[in-house]
């Protein structure tokens, strides 16, 4: 299994909802990332969880809170985001650098915030 | 600081010719290089991937090639279809063991 699932593959929230969403991988990956891309750009990190431990947290508004309940799962909780939130937002894993690192991406979760 | 950039922003090839995208890079000190594939609607698929103690490798179709003298890579993709068409991106595992350094894509047509 070298799938990554993201759910939901949609989701439109008003800026007073809260909502999550949710990462799953089956590969014994031990480093597990979010992601934010906007059209036309590449990915940017948001957080790295390693180890279930946030270890990057590339200086994210705290409206995004991840969380990291089992090696298997990721979660993003959203809370009161603005407009210029909404953008496909990936959830990615990987080995590490040091044994077959490319990241495995999931299809990724378009959010539009209204 | 690190950069991973793209020359191209946008490619057109003919169905059935070889593509060719590029990628120079700034950090003489990366030591593994990524590219992805990304279809409208899709997240990044992982295409190929290359160390710094080679100078080529090759996939199904595909090719990357590594110049370290001049920090440039490049992605070959032979006898291109209509599959192919896609945003690709070169990305660099910087200096931390987890994090990707994105290049800024380049989006191929295929004409029919």
């Known amino acids: 299994d070298t799938e990554v699932t993201q759910t939901p593959k949609h989701l439109v929230m008003g800026m007073t909802n809260k909502k999550s969403l949710k990462c799953e991988q089956h590969?014994?990956?031990?480093?597990m990332y979010w992601y934010k891309q906007k059209a036309k750009k590449p990915p940017e990190l948001m957080f790295v969880?390693?180890?279930?431990?946030?270890?990057i947290n590339e200086s994210v508004p705290s409206r995004f809170s991840p969380e990291c309940p089992n090696s298997s799962l990721l979660n993003l909780h959203l809370h009161a985001l603005q407009p210029e939130d909404s953008a496909l937002y990936l959830c990615?894993?990987?080995?590490?650098?040091?044994?077959?690192?490319?990241?495995?991406f999931g299809q990724g979760t378009r959010l539009t915030v209204v | 600081g690190e950069s991973v950039g793209l020359h191209l922003p946008t490619l057109s090839v003919q169905e059935g010719d070889n593509s060719i995208i590029n990628c120079a890079y700034s950090?003489?000190?990366?030591?593994?290089f990524i590219w992805y594939k990304q279809e409208s609607g899709k997240g990044p698929q992982f295409i190929i991937d290359?160390?710094?103690n080679m100078d080529k490798r090759q996939g199904q179709r595909v090719t990357v090639l590594l110049n370290k003298t001049v920090k440039h890579l490049s992605l070959q993709i032979a006898a291109t279809q209509p599959g192919d068409s896609a945003v690709y991106f070169c990305?660099?595992?910087?200096?931390?063991?987890?994090?990707?350094?994105w290049g800024a894509g380049t989006k191929l047509i295929i004409k029919p």
């Open positions: 990615a894993s990987s080995q590490g650098r040091d044994s077959g690192t490319e990241a495995f």
């Open positions: 590969m014994g990956h031990r480093a």
């Open positions: 969880y390693s180890y279930e431990k946030l270890s």
């Open positions: 950090n003489s000190a990366s030591d593994y």
């Open positions: 290359i160390r710094s």
């Open positions: 990305a660099e595992i910087g200096d931390s063991n987890y994090q990707l350094i």
